[in-house]
C-alpha cells in the first residue's frame, strides 16, 4: 500500500470529507463563504503549519458561536509573531498579546472589564503554544481554572519552543530530538520522564469542559470550539498541531502526522465535563507507532538508513505509552 | 472628612472613590490592609459593578489589570518589594502599551535577606520602566495623590505608581482628610481609553516591532514621560482649588530659598528632616528641604531651580546601588549645574532601620562643616562590618553573613560550624 492511499480513504470516510456530503448546517465554518478570516492570509507561518490552521478553524468557529463578538488574547509565540510583524497584522479581530508567561491573567482581566462594563456578551479566547500553557504560563493557566473565569483557553501543542529555534519543552516527547534534547548518547532526543498531561491536569481542576483534537479532523475541532462557547467559566481545549520545522517533516505531512498521533493512540481525542471523560474519538485504523514517528526528522535516530525500526527499545517503550492510552480512554471501543 | 485613620484604610477608602472597575490582590506585606479594604468595599456590593480578583501571584495581579485596562476598565493593584520585582515583565508591559493602570507600591526592602520594612529598593529597582512615579510624604498625601494619579494616568495613557513607606505611613494611624465621593466624582472625569479591545472596531494590540521602529517608539514613551512633568503640576493646581490644600506637584521645598545645605529626599522622611531644619534654624544654620514628589520623570528643572543658591546638597537615599552608591543622588547630579555644588549621597533607612532626628542633627552640621565624604551610611556599625571581612578571610565556610552578624550583636548566639558558642 503506497502512504497516500489510507489519507484518501480517510477524506472519504471521515468528517474531514468534504462538505458536499453533509447537510448545510454541519458543513465547515470554513466551507462559508462568508466566513470571518479571524486569521486572514499574508501571515508568515511556515509552510504547512499546524497551528495556523488550528488557530484559524478555532477562531473562525469561535467566531460564529459568538456572532462576531469575540476578544482574543495571545501568549508570544510562532502564532504571535508570525501574524503581528509592526505595521502588520493578519488579525481581523481584536486581539491583544502581552508577555509569554501571562495570557491566561490578561483573559481574566479582559473578561473581567467586560463584566464590569455590562458587556458580557462579549466573549474571551486565550491562546499560547505549549511553552506558554504547560511550562511559563501554567502557573497563570491554573489560577484561571480554579477562578472559574469565563475564559476559552486553547493550547496549540507543537510539542516544542519554535519560535526559539525547537527547544524542548515540558510537552516534548520522550526520545524526540530538539535543539537542547539532541539525538546523541545512548538514549538520544527527550529523556523518558512522567510527561505533564495537560488535559489531565485541566480536568483536574474540575473545570466546566475540557477537549483535546486534532488538525486531522476539523469538523471535530470547530465542533467543540461550538460547544466550549456554550459553556461558561473557564474552559480549555489542547490541540495537537504538527510543525514541520521543528519535527522535520514534509509540509505535505502535517494533516497525514497529525491523523497518525491519534490513531497510534499516542494522542486520545476527548472530551471531559467536571473532570470527567464524556466522549471520546475512537481510533479508525489502528497503527503501530512507527508509521507516525517515521514520519518525522526529529525521531530520525531511531529508525535505519532503509527505514526499518534501528531502536525496538526505545520504540517499543513508545508503543507501550500508547497503549497505555488506548486502555486509559478506551480508544479501541466502539 | 476629617478622621483617624491608618494610612492604607485611607488609601483604600480613596481608591474606592475613584470608582475603579476591577481590582487585583495579591497578598505581600505591608501593602495588604489596603487590598483587603478595597475587597471588602466590593465584597458589600458598594463599588459594584467592579470586579475584585483575588490572583495566584503578583505577575498576574499586573496581568489582570492589563487585560482590564486594554478592555477599557479603570484597574488598580497595589504591591511591595519581591511582589514588585515578581511583576516586573508586566510592569515594563503595562507602560509599553500605554495602559493608564494605577499601583500603590508600599515601599519595603528586596532580599535577600528577607526583609519586611521600610526602604526604597523597591521603587528604585523599577525607575526605568516607563511609570510615572509618585512619592507621598504623609498619609493625606498618600491619599490625595490617588486621585491624582487615576486623573494623570488617563489623560496621559500611562500607568502612575504610588509610593508610601511601608508601616511608616500605611500603618500609622494620624488624622486624614479622606477625599469624598462627591469631590472624586467632581474632579475625576470618567475613563476613556485611547484605544480598546472592542469586536466593533478591531484593532490588534501588543504587536511585534523591530529594528525599523523600536527606537521610535522609546522616543515617544520618553516625550509622554516629560509631557507629564506639566501635567502633574497642572493636576496639583487643579487639586488644590478643588480640595483646599497642596498635595502632589513635582516637588515639595521647605525653608530651602536662602539655604547653605539643602537636603534632597523621597517620601516619609522628609517629614523627619522639616522637624531637624527647623531645630537648626533656630540655631541659625541656613538648612533647608527639597522633598521629591515625582521621582519619575525626575523633575531636573525644579531640582536645578530648588538647589541653585545652595552651596551645599545632601541626598539621603533609601536604597543603595551597591557598586555605584546613591540612586537618586546620580539623578539630583544630573539636574544641578556641574561643578557648582559639592553633593554628599547619604545611604540611610536601608531595611527598616530609624532615621532619627538625632542622626540627622550629626550628619547636617557635618554637612554645614563641609565634612561629608561623596559617599555615606547613615549609622552604619563598621566594627561589625569589618568582624564579618575579618570572618570571611579566616575561613572559608564561615557561615551566613546575616546571620553572623545577627550573633555578633548579640540578636543570636549559637554557631555551631564555627565551633563556638556564646
Redesign the interface.
Known sequence: MSPAEPVKFYQVGSFAAGNRLVPAELRTVQADAARTNSLTSGHRACQGCGEALGARYVLDAAMRATD????A??ATGCL??FT????E?S?????????F??A???????????????RSE?RVVAQAGDGGTVDIGF??L??MF??D?DVLFVCYDNQAYMNTGVQRSGATPPAARTATTEALGPEPGNPFGQGKNMPALAMAHGLGYVATATVAELHDLEAKVVRAMELRGARYLHVFVPCPLGWASEPADTIRIARLAKESGLFPVFEAERGEVTRVSPIRHRVPVEDYLGLQGRYRHLFGADGSVARPDIVGRIQALADANIARYGLLEP | MLCQIEGSRAVADTVVACRP??V?AYPITPQTHIVEAVGAAVKSGALA???F?????E??AM???????????R?YTATASQGLLFMI??VY?ASG?GLPIVMTLANRAIGSPINIWNDHSDAMAVRDSGWVQLFAETNQEAADLHVQAFCLAEELSAPVMVSMDGFLLTHAVEQVDVPTQAAVDAFLPPYEPRQV???A??????????PD?FEEVRYLVHLRQLQALDRIERIAERFAEAFGRRSGGLVTRYRSEDARVVVVALGSIVGTLKDVVDVLRERGERVGVIGVTTFRPFPHAAIAEATANAERVVVIEKALSPGVGGILSTDVLSAIAEGKHRVATVVAGLGGRAITERSLLVLLDDALAGRLEPLEFLDLDRGVAERQLARLADVRRSGAIPENILRDIGVTGFAPHLGLAQ
Request: hydrophobic fraction near 45%; proline fraction near 8%.
Open positions: 462576531g463578538k469575540l476578544i488574547v495571545n504571535e509573531v503581528t510583524p509592526y505595521p497584522t488579525w481581523r479581530i481584536p486581539w491583544m498579546h502581552s508577555l508567561g501571562n491566561p491573567a490578561v483573559a481574566t482581566g479582559v473578561a473581567a472589564a467586560l463584566e464590569a462594563r455590562g462579549v502557573g497563570a491554573s489560577g480554579e477562578r473565569d | 472597575e476591577v487585583c459593578p467592579c470586579q480578583i483575588n490572583v495566584e501571584s505577575f498576574a496581568s489582570v489589570a492589563i487585560g482590564a485596562s486594554a478592555t477599557g476598565a484597574s515583565e508586566a508591559n502599551l479591545l472592542d469586536p472596531d478591531p484593532a490588534s494590540i501588543g504587536a511585534m516591532v523591530g521602529a
